[in-house]
């Protein structure tokens, strides 16, 4: 009788697979102990819980008797939540590209007792289609194989371990990136820009965060018109897409077309945390009125749909719900129909909506439905009351359908970017509130997930922290979170505290030259010690490291952290021209390096309102190596403040100018809007 070990885990990804016939095991040394006994290869399944094809290849052969049957006579099957353990996913994926050619999830890859892979694969179907072989048909090549060709296979995996391990990435030799640079890799960007729809490349198409932020702080600093259009036509068009959830908020992972209009429905903690910072910044920089509208509301999309009853925000939404008689489609929860718009809206308001919305009878998705948007030929100027009065009703039917899932579980790094978003969307736009949220996520982050040596673990749920150490991008960008908080509360114990967790990145992360890993060098072992310079979903760990320990050394003056910061950010001269699109944040980080360390200390008492307002005029700034403190005379809370009475005072490249106390001169320095 199979015994299926994911019941007491902690990722809602693995308990969606604790019924399954499968006996499968968590990633654990006894698995590989157990494949060694039984003489059997390891099946190793990674992926994550609002991954559509993992759902899909759950259902078709997780789920089916007969294939369990061959998987668990054959193989030790281990299941991995990607987001729990990147490492591992890191290590194998990048095995698999090599491989393949391509990656993905979910994630299939054959190990040998030894976890030294041998055969890679994403998504395997039932049967054979489309020129792919049937998971059965994987199942008994890879058995055969093993049990008649073993000197092959261990032939294989060494040299695939082999050729991995002499994979490494040391930079700092290549020195900061400087003018030129910078330059080329805007040149770059300018090449793969798509003028017509905005964003980068063609289908299926990912909302560049770090590259837009990289351009917004580039054109901050030069004046780039160009920097900046880009930018603002970009998130123009996102947030009049499909990718844009019109109704309720916040942004789906990708498009899966070019022009933003169909998106896979998931929506991300990172992705919101990552966009909600980016309209902000746009705003900022920009006063735009759409700009402040998406910040907002994604904003109280996070509080809203994400934040978990103990103060933190979850991972993901589904992008598949059930969509009524009882299939689980994705998309059913966004999705409308003419039809569907006049039941809730009677016939006049439904034509209107159908309009605004770009609702067509033949439909923009499947099945006839459409994924609303506003389209940029919608016609005449509307009533924007009756149109707000719609949203509410056609929102308030949506919440009437069964919801996507949820998958609850807080991740470090995850919500060290929401806590950086809310923090400064809640200070710009005058939300306490929000500032409040970001402030109890952090809260959470330092009673659960950091232990008394300030180790910082991945993930946790229901309060209950998990097993994962935390990676490279979950010291820095939590860092990076508290950095921010410190910067819009005036609170010294944010720094203290990221200066904790950027001492582990000096002494457990960095290699020679300045290379960081994303792995600690005290973690679990694996055929390969992860390191990934390049940006994915998120900032790699590497240049979100680099990005905290320049804004730490700003607020400080330390000198380590600043030679740190500048001995990381040799990979990004070294990708600046070759890989703009991949080392957006690493750009991002290196204009702050170009510009700074600007500081800005604002002293003043926090009741009163000129010194509020001195405080708000320096966050605005939009120069890109600027850090903010702020404090009352005599504070001992940042470093900054030391030994000034009340003023504003602007610091950059370690020369001071006079203190103000005039808003308009204090917003010309540090290049805001006033």
Not at 119 to 142: A, D, I, N
Not at 199 to 207: E, H, S, V, Y
Not at 368 to 382: C, K, R, Y
Not at 526 to 537: F, M, V, Y
Request: glycine share 10%; net charge negative.
């Amino acid at each position: 009788m199979p015994t299926n070990r994911l019941a007491h885990e902690t990722s809602p990804y693995l308990l969606q697979h604790a019924d399954n016939p499968v006996d499968w095991w968590p990633w654990s040394p006894e698995a590989f102990a157990e494949a060694r006994r039984r003489g059997v290869p390891v099946l190793l399944s990674v992926g994550y819980s609002s991954c559509h094809w993992c759902h899909v290849m759950a259902g078709e052969s997780f789920e089916d008797e007969g294939t369990a049957a061959l998987m668990n006579e054959h193989f030790v099957n281990v299941k991995v939540d990607r987001e729990e353990r990147p490492d591992v996913d890191a290590v194998y994926m990048e095995a698999v590209q090599a491989a393949t050619g391509q990656g993905g999830w979910p994630m299939t890859v054959f190990l040998t007792p030894d976890a030294e892979p041998f055969y890679f694969g994403t998504y395997f179907p039932p049967e054979p289609r489309h020129g792919m072989p049937s998971f059965p048909q994987v199942l008994e090549g890879v058995r055969a194989a093993y049990a008649e060709r073993r000197g092959e296979v261990d032939e294989v995996a060494g040299k695939i371990v082999k050729d991995l391990g002499e994979r490494s990435l040391a930079f700092a030799a290549n020195g900061t990136p400087g003018e030129g640079d910078l330059a080329a890799a805007l040149l770059g960007l300018t090449r793969e820009y798509d003028s017509r729809n905005g964003g980068f490349g063609g289908a299926p198409k990912f909302p560049p965060s770090m590259v837009l932020e990289f351009l917004l702080r580039h054109a901050a600093r030069t004046g780039s018109e160009g920097a900046l259009q880009m930018v603002t036509d970009t998130c123009e068009a996102m947030a009049r897409g499909g990718i844009y959830d019109q109704l309720g908020g916040g942004f789906a992972r990708y498009a899966v077309d070019g022009s933003w209009t169909v998106p896979h429905f998931e929506k991300m903690l990172y992705d919101n945390a990552l966009l909600c910072r980016v309209y902000a910044h746009v705003w900022r920089a920009t006063g735009s009125d759409l700009a402040r509208r998406v910040a907002l509301e994604t904003a109280d999309f996070l509080v809203r749909e994400l934040r978990t009853a103990e103060g933190g925000f979850a991972s993901a939404l589904d992008a598949d719900s059930e969509d009524g008689s009882g299939r689980h489609v994705e998309g059913a929860y966004y999705v409308w129909t003419p039809g569907q718009l006049r039941e809730v809206l009677g016939e006049s308001d439904a034509r209107l909506a159908a309009t605004y919305f770009g609702v067509t009878e033949e439909g923009t998705f499947e099945e006839g439905a459409s994924v609303l948007q506003l389209p940029l030929d919608a016609g005449e100027l509307v009533d924007a009351a009756r149109i707000a009065e719609i949203r509410v009703r056609l929102l308030a039917a949506r919440g009437e359908r069964p919801a996507p899932g949820r998958d609850d579980k807080v991740v470090a790094a995850w919500n060290g970017l929401a806590i950086a978003a809310l923090a400064e969307t809640g200070a710009y736009f005058g939300r306490p509130d929000l500032v409040e949220r970001a402030t109890e996520a952090a809260d959470l982050l330092v009673r659960v997930h950091l232990d008394d040596a300030a180790r910082l673990a991945r993930t946790s749920r229901d309060g209950r922290v998990g097993p994962n150490a935390g990676v490279l991008e979950d010291y820095a960008d939590v860092a990076e979170g508290f950095l921010a908080l410190a910067s819009v509360t005036g609170e010294g114990a944010w720094l203290d505290f990221a200066g904790f967790l950027l001492d582990h990145v000096l002494v457990r992360f960095r290699g020679e030259s300045g290379a960081l890993y994303d792995t600690a060098d005290d973690a679990e072992k694996l055929i390969r010690r992860p390191q990934d310079p390049t940006d994915n979903a998120t900032p790699s760990g590497w240049t979100a490291a680099a990005g905290a320990l320049l804004t730490y050394a700003a607020h400080t003056g330390s000198p380590a952290h600043r030679e740190a910061a500048e001995g990381a950010l040799g990979v990004v001269r070294a990708l600046a021209s070759r890989a703009p699109r991949h080392i957006g944040w690493g750009l991002a980080v290196a204009e702050a390096a170009l510009d700074g360390p600007r500081e800005v200390a604002v002293v003043g008492e926090p009741a009163s309102p000129g010194a509020r307002e001195l405080h708000r005029t320096a966050l605005l700034g939009t120069a890109p190596g600027l850090v903010v403190a702020f404090g009352a005379p005599g504070s001992d809370e940042f470093p900054l403040l030391a030994d000034r009475p009340a003023g504003a005072y602007m610091c950059r490249r370690f020369v001071c100018a006079a203190p103000t106390a005039d808003v308009a001169v204090l917003a010309e320095q540090v290049g805001a809007e006033v």
